[in-house]
């Protein structure tokens, strides 16, 4: 996301975060605190989710909220395991559920998420005066530059 201001300042979004699920390489097992780690994190439309296991003992599946709940591993929206080094991208602003399939779900292999619309860094309004009084002091003393010089040539 861009934005232009009087046609010369830009101000750009913030880039997409990739977020290592369980806060390390390869930590989508249970021996890990999901909810704890997900507390402490920001989750933006456009983010990717990184989950790093094992793919010949774990999974990962997106499920509904009640499916979430009571660690059902059936009838789930997305499988996104693929090589045990997946990503998944947060393309909308809403909740989202993942869980470990393989009677893992019960030992604490589960993720909910909350997903909101991502912010500009600075957005257009946050700009402080200052700095659209510096652009205008600078402007202002080009034309007074320009019009010296003018009145020199002509003179």
């Known amino acids: ?18 977020h290592r699920v369980g806060g390390g390489r ?3 097992t249970p021996k890990v605190n999901f909810t704890k780690w997900a507390s402490h994190e920001h989750f933006y439309k456009g983010d990717w989710l990184y989950f ?5 003992i774990y999974n ?3 499920v509904n909220k009640t499916n ?24 909308e602003a809403r909740p989202y559920y993942f869980l ?18 991502s912010t500009p860094a600075l957005p257009p309004t946050a700009l402080s005066n200052k700095a659209f009084t ?7 003393k080009l034309i007074v530059f ?3 010089l003018l009145t020199r040539t002509f003179i």
Request: aromatic fraction near 12%; hydrophobic fraction near 35%; include cysteine.
């Open 60 to 62: 990962v599946l997106e």
């Open 52 to 56: 790093g296991f094992d793919k010949h």
């Open 100 to 117: 470990c399939g393989r009677g893992f779900c019960s030992q604490g292999m589960k993720i909910a998420i909350n997903v909101v619309e």
């Open 1 to 18: 996301m861009t934005f232009t201001i009087m046609g010369h300042y830009k101000i750009e979004g913030r880039d997409p975060t990739l």
């Open 146 to 148: 320009f019009v010296t």
């Open 68 to 91: 979430y709940e009571n660690c059902i591993d059936t009838s789930f929206i997305n499988n996104i395991t693929r090589g045990g080094r997946d990503v998944f991208q947060l393309l």
């Open 26 to 28: 390869y930590t989508w």
């Open 134 to 140: 510096s652009s205008r002091m600078s402007n202002t």
